[in-house]
């Protein structure tokens, strides 16, 4: 499964953006997607997944102004993301999981894409 993150950008504090993940190669065996951040100095860290149903997770620092969604015909997962602070900050990254025991854990991905650049300026 190859993964490829888009979307990212620099942004005032108050806006938004649209991250897209695009998935191609053996999507059928995949289970859950997610979105994770890393700061810089920080470690990664869960922001939001979702799985083949639609059933969403998303980190308490994140819940209500981010939006997780995918459209599975496009094989595509998005992020929206909303009322955006200089914590947000990060360099995002898409990943993909095949049979994750737990949706908020990095380990439990198996497929990553590379990261899209997210800044917040206040």
């Known amino acids: 499964v190859q993964l490829q993150a888009s979307g990212g950008g620099l942004v005032q504090a108050g806006g938004y953006l649209r991250l897209s993940c695009a998935a191609s190669?053996?999507?059928?065996?995949?289970?859950?997607m997610g979105w994770f951040r890393q700061a810089p100095g920080k470690e990664r860290e869960f922001v939001a997944a979702?799985?083949?149903?639609?059933?969403?997770y998303y980190a308490d620092s994140v819940k209500g102004r981010f939006t997780i969604s995918r459209d599975n015909a496009k094989n595509t997962v998005y992020l929206q993301m909303n009322s955006l602070e200089s914590e947000d900050t990060a360099v995002y990254s898409c990943?993909?999981?095949?049979?994750?025991?737990?949706?908020?854990?990095?380990?439990?991905?198996?497929?990553w894409g590379q990261g899209t650049e997210v800044t917040v300026s206040s």
């Open positions: 979702i799985r083949r149903s639609g059933f969403t």
């Open positions: 190669g053996r999507t059928f065996s995949t289970n859950a």
């Open positions: 990943a993909a999981a095949t049979r994750p025991l737990n949706y908020r854990s990095g380990d439990e991905y198996d497929y």
